[in-house]
């Protein structure tokens, strides 16, 4: 890819950034691509030909990057960042991929300064697997996914920034198939509660209610369809993945349970009315413009 970064320091090489790091060796087979992570992790993402190098210390891999990747979880991303801003190349770009970005990006805003060196860049990329790790990591995950891009909250522009390392980053995006939106950290916040992390803590509330309900005889888990499966799909992901998330974003889950909780009372109330044919009518109109939009 002309014009492209030269060197990709990942850190984290699972899910996310270990499907980046394949996406990188197929659409962007120049660049040289370099992970951080524990050692039976970067064995396993060698194995599978997603980096070039791996590191278990930070100024190695960081060493001459143009792109520094961070795919941690999110109180993680953000113990590192002092470290990373010191250590990033002054041409370097810095992004995350973190589910959460207000948290983030105000200790990035103390890191990284706005007068030169390296340049930090909030991101979350709009997509993922209820499975992580690198045996999960996939070239193609980004494809026709939309990746949330962070500007200041008083930048009204809808086009990247025109720092040349962003721009660069944002046309690499789209070369992996992503769909790069911008918007304000606070705004995606509320979004992410509504579109990504609500209908996480909804999979596991009704797999709580579906496993105190079931019997020493298996049922009603043995009479269960795809129908159920794909409903708790997300109730595969791990605790230890979502811990941050709900910390750094508690109040709009707060808000967004409390809305969840309302609908629920309002679906109670029309079980035996016509009101409920609404209901399905105004979700099913829902579920049409989602599936369009695959």
Not at 36 to 43: I, M, S, T, Y
Request: proline share 4%; aromatic share 6%; charged share 25%.
């Amino acid at each position: 890819m002309a014009a492209s970064f030269r060197r990709v320091a990942i850190l984290g090489t699972g899910l996310i950034g270990g499907s980046f790091a394949l996406a990188l060796r197929k659409y962007a087979p120049g660049a040289v691509v370099a992970g951080w992570d524990k050692e039976h992790v970067l064995r396993h993402a060698r194995e599978r030909g997603a980096i070039d190098e791996g590191f278990g210390e930070l100024p190695l891999v960081v060493a001459g990057a143009d792109l520094i990747y961070v795919a941690l979880p999110v109180g993680h991303t953000i113990e590192l960042l002092p470290e990373l801003a010191r250590l990033a190349s002054p041409q370097a770009l810095v992004t995350d991929a973190s589910s959460t970005k207000r948290s983030v990006c105000a200790a990035a805003a103390e890191c990284f300064s706005a007068n030169g060196g390296a340049c930090f860049l909030g991101g979350h990329p709009m997509a993922g697997k209820e499975i992580s790790g690198i045996a999960a990591a996939d070239a193609e995950l980004f494809r026709g996914s939309k990746y949330a891009l962070i500007r200041k909250p008083r930048n009204e522009n809808k086009v990247a920034p025109g720092d040349p390392r962003i721009t660069k980053f944002v046309a690499l995006l789209k070369r992996l198939g992503a769909e790069p939106v911008w918007l304000d950290a606070e705004t995606h916040d509320r979004a992410a509660a509504i579109v990504s992390h609500l209908p996480q803590l909804l999979a596991v509330a009704l797999a709580g209610v579906v496993r105190d309900q079931t019997d020493e005889t298996g049922l009603p888990v043995t009479l269960a369809g795809r129908g159920l499966r794909d409903a708790l799909r997300l109730a595969g992901s791990p605790y230890s993945v979502w811990r941050d998330i709900i910390l750094t974003n508690s109040d709009n889950l707060d808000r967004a349970l409390d809305q969840l909780i309302q609908s629920l009372e309002q679906l109670r109330g029309d079980l035996r009315t016509r009101a409920l044919e609404e209901k399905f009518a105004a979700a099913g109109e829902l579920y049409k413009i989602l599936r369009d939009m695959q």
